[in-house]
């Protein structure tokens, strides 16, 4: 069986009660575990990279013996390189790129991705948690300092995660209790008055039971910059995230695990406040063309706004894992739940007026049905087939618009009403086999057969005093709108793998990934958008070298996308509305590159390195906006005409990563340094090309000290953005009703620096 063992007969210390007890009082606040260096260690003169297993094909597997791209990391890995969340995970893994806005994360892999954060719109890149599949990435779900490892893998994955992986999958997972009691908890302080800490347990109940939990949470209270319209704060927030897993072994064919989480946090980190970095706006009130305040250095994470917008979320679920040995296969079932509400607040005319402002209140549940069955772990031919349903309701009720925009326009005290909901029913069967050929070679297929219905509702509405509900819908939309959509698809993967030598594989794919159409949901007033197709050809080289002392991993790819989904903003007399449309094809061409190796005692270096050429290659659609770019001009638009040529919307062409990491042991106790460095190049936030990203150069660096005589503490010192980058999470481009609008943006972290004691037992 493959999931995770409990030792027979569980130590039952006397002491673990009073001691979970103390621990919990000690940490007030919540981070990550001590990092070690990543390599095995025979004798003081010896020592191998350390061998890595994934779940990349449903089952434990050796990296370097899969035909798929995965970048993986565990725990002390994540911790060193300074990674604490989904959006930090883009900075050791090239091919990632994170964006983040309205409380949510936008990753984009190899390039496949796009930045729409409204309800309804699901990732192009499938990111599971524990084995569950989460709809809506938000931030709170991904903070990652109870993470116990995360697999990256890289491309079309539509068979064994179909849903929604056209670009790639995210996986995700916390610690598992053991066979021994445990108790670790790590408070730190950071520069912006930042608190944040974590406490794990972790306890055998009985000889076939065991139990963990996990309570994190951070709390930063100056922000990274003010209002110069209110003093408020700009860019803080808090969350707390707690997990709990029971597993069970009754028996040694039958495995159990239960999985509970709650998570809430209140942020307006990822929120857009003003406008991007030399690009102008309109005062609303004066009617004037104004020169963005981004221009002066020193206001570059201060707003103008008259309140703080922010996101704020709130949700719990579970899940039931079932693994049973039934002789001749494995069978497995996970039921999982989710439940999330929230509200995002914003200011959507970007002055210190009360002009337009909204208060977005969203509902987001979940229900996940999968079942696998597949072969022995020594079996010859390796088999899995299964079926998967996801059941998902979201939307938001109700939406206000607020603010003098309606005063003036609509009537005195009037307000904005708009409710949506998109039901989501999804099914579909998949089966993967990997069959040798000969001694040396293997050939994988697979295919999954996926069927979804959607529903999509919407209604909008002035709120007149004194006369009560007066419809707010375009001409000739209806009010309530309603519309249903079904989608069949067949995605599949073919590889060929050849082992050249023991430690030497190549292999050579083609795949196909399918990310469903949704409704544009802010307001839901149109039909869904079509489907996203993508067709991938990929060959690559798997390497260990030198006794395991080098690993090198390459590949090189080609995708094919058919009716690539694109975020524009389209305004309709006084709603803004956020719009998920098509492009007809486009296509990208790339390379990466992986490298780790023990160069001497204790000291390993590692680098990374993606190349993406992204072009859309028809796309006569296009939203085009103008104007906002030069003094004196006011953002416009969109029209559409023919972006065909121009490149995808967050793709740099090239992505590097440098890292080292020494661990040596004195007299006194282990020291273990990390520093890393990511480049990114530039790239267009938007289809258009109007608008883009500056390239950038991150540095990261930590250094922890465990003393010989007190081997159950660990002190850290970390720093990130050492070099103080001014950069941002997201830039969009939005004409607003009577003139608002321009080129709103989120800046990311300006340089941080913090430390931590962490205490093991």
Known sequence: ??????????????????????????TTGLTSTTAFAQVETADDSYAQLQEIVVTAQRRSERLQDIPVAVSAFNAEAL??????????????????????????????????????????NESSVATYIDDVYYTRLATAYLELGSIDRVEVLNGPQGTLFGRNSSGGAIQMFSKDPGRDAEVNATIGYANFDKISGQFYASTPLTDTLAWNITVAGSDQRDGWGKSLTTGEDANLGWFVTLRSKLVWEPTDRTGIKLVGFYAKSRSDIGSVQDFYEGTFGLNVVEGTVLTSLKNDKETFYDTRL???????????????????????????????????????????????????????GDQDDQITQEFQVKSKGDSKINWILGAYYLHWKAGYNPAVGYGDLFNLFVAPGAQLNFFSRQIVNSYSGFVQVTAPLGERTNLTV?????????????????????????????????????????????????????????????????SRGFKAGAYNTLPLQTEAADPEKVQAYEIG?????????????????????????????????????????????ARIRGAEASIEAIVSKGLTLRGAATYLDAEYTRFTNTPIFS?????????????????????????????????????????IGEWVGDVSMSYTGSYPWTADNNLAAKSVTLVNASLTFTPTSLDWLTVSL?????????????????????????YPAAPAAPRTYGGSLSVKF
């Open 1 to 26: 069986m493959h999931h995770h063992k409990i030792a027979r007969k569980f130590p039952m210390p006397g002491s673990i009660a009073p001691t979970l007890i103390c621990a919990f009082l000690v």
């Open 718 to 742: 970390w720093g990130k953005n050492l070099g103080n980058e001014r950069y941002y999470l997201i830039g969009q481009e939005s004409a607003g009703p009577a003139g608002t609008g321009g």
């Open 627 to 667: 104007g906002g770019l030069t003094p004196g001009s006011i953002i416009t638009g969109p029209v559409l005409g023919d972006g065909s040529g121009n490149r995808m919307a967050n793709v740099p062409e090239w992505r590097f990563d440098l890292g080292a990491n020494y661990a040596v042991t004195t007299d």
């Open 79 to 120: 911790q060193a390189s300074g990674v604490a969340n989904l959006a930090d995970l883009s900075h050791v893994a090239p091919s990632l790129q994170v964006s983040s806005t309205a409380g949510v994360y936008l990753p984009f892999l190899r390039g496949v991705g796009n930045n729409n954060g409204s309800l309804g």
């Open 446 to 510: 697979g295919g999954r057969y996926t069927h979804d219905r959607i529903s999509g509702y919407g209604e909008q509405n002035y709120v007149i005093p004194g006369v009560g509900e007066v419809s707010a819908a375009a001409p000739g939309v209806p009010n309530p709108f309603s519309d249903k959509t079904k989608t069949n698809a067949f995605t599949y993967r073919v590889a060929l793998d050849h082992r050249f030598t023991d430690d030497v594989m190549a292999y050579a794919s083609v």
């Open 306 to 360: 008259d309140h703080r917008p922010d996101s704020s979320e709130e949700g719990y679920g579970g899940s039931l894992r079932i693994d049973q040995d039934v002789g001749f296969a494995d069978i497995v079932s996970i039921s999982a739940f989710r439940k999330s509400d929230g509200v995002y607040r914003t200011d959507l005319d970007y002055s210190g007026q009360p002009f337009y402002s909204a208060d977005l």
């Open 541 to 585: 080289l798997k390497t260990e070298l030198l006794d395991r002392r080098i690993r090198l991993n390459g590949a090189a790819f080609w995708s094919d996308i058919t009716s690539p989904q694109v975020l524009t903003t389209i305004n309709t007399g006084t709603v803004s509305a956020v719009s998920l449309t098509n492009a007809e094809k």
